[in-house]
């Protein structure tokens, strides 16, 4: 038996005997895609400071500033999902995942077929009005600032400053999206957290809520997150290499159950 095999075969299991599973995903599962997160070595914290391009008051301050810096963030709409988003997809596909809980904005999940797919802070599929607040294809932000070199863009309908609809830090979350993430974290018996680093708030007060529910939880992730403890299971490394081997564990120790589909 290959190192760690034991402990991935015992993951699977819970998997397979959950009732509710959901997965709580950061950052870190959309590394492997090209898009950096914000606290590795070489993360977007590293080379840009947070004060200055994280807050909605620096941006509500200097938008130019933020528009000027905005092509990083643009690497988001190239990216393709990888072996993780999609181990997590098949996860649901089977009837095991009931929903994926993310802090990402670049749309990665949907792309690899998740669903259920409840995002946290925002997506960077849509632009959105600070003015008048209507929602408005992405494409505006880069056809206002790249063709037509409009910077800050503004709304057609009533001049106000238009933002990518994702959450600034200082920016509420998005209600609905929070309601339903406690929701499930209340109900659920297993949640699966991968490439988070569980230093954001309120995201990683989810497992803490779905942990004192009584659910289980396996951590999966590069470094080690101060939730480990609490975790039946951690599995140290890349969610792109992790992930479709619980998968296959699932598959394997899973045949010939019936209602879910291995
Ligand atoms: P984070 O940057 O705080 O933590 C990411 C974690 O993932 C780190 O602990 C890192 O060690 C780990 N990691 C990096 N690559 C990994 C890999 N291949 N496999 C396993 N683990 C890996 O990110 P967070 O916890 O999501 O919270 C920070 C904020 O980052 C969120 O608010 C989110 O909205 C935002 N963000 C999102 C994106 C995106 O949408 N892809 C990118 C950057 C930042």
Redesign the pocket.
């Known amino acids: 038996m290959k190192m760690g095999e034991k402990e991935l075969q015992d993951a699977a299991r819970l998997l397979i005997d959950s009732r509710h599973a959901i997965a709580l995903t950061?950052?870190?599962i959309?590394?492997?895609s090209g898009?950096?997160?914000?606290?590795?070595p070489g993360?977007?914290w590293s080379r840009y400071d947070p004060n200055e391009f994280g807050t909605i008051s620096s941006f509500m301050e200097n938008p130019t500033r933020f528009y000027e810096a905005a092509g990083e963030f643009l690497s988001v709409f190239t990216a393709d999902p990888n072996q993780g988003h999609k181990a997590l997809a098949e996860l649901e596909e089977m009837g095991i995942l009931k929903a994926t809980i993310t802090?990402?904005?670049?749309g990665l999940h949907q792309a690899a077929g998740s669903r259920k797919v409840i995002e946290l802070?925002g997506n960077l599929r849509e632009a959105k009005c600070l003015g008048c607040y209507a929602v408005f294809p992405i494409a505006i932000l880069a056809e206002k600032t790249l063709q037509k070199g409009e910077i800050p863009p503004r709304c057609d309908r009533c001049g106000g400053i238009l933002k990518p609809n994702v959450v600034f830090f200082g920016e509420q979350l998005p209600k609905e999206a929070l309601e339903s993430a406690f929701e499930h974290a209340k109900r659920c018996d297993l949640m699966l957290v991968a490439?988070?680093?569980?230093?954001?708030s309120p995201a990683n007060l989810i497992p803490m809520v779905a942990r004192e529910a009584g659910a289980e939880l396996i951590i999966?992730?590069?470094?080690s997150t101060h939730m480990d403890t609490l975790a039946s299971h951690v599995f140290r490394g890349?969610?792109?290499v992790i992930l479709p081997k619980l998968v296959e564990e699932v598959r394997k120790l899973g045949s010939g159950t019936e209602e879910k589909k291995y």
């Open positions: 950061g950052a870190g959309s590394t492997e898009i950096p997160d914000f606290r590795s993360g977007i802090q990402n904005i670049d802070h490439g988070s680093s569980l230093a954001v999966v992730n590069a470094e890349k969610t792109g």
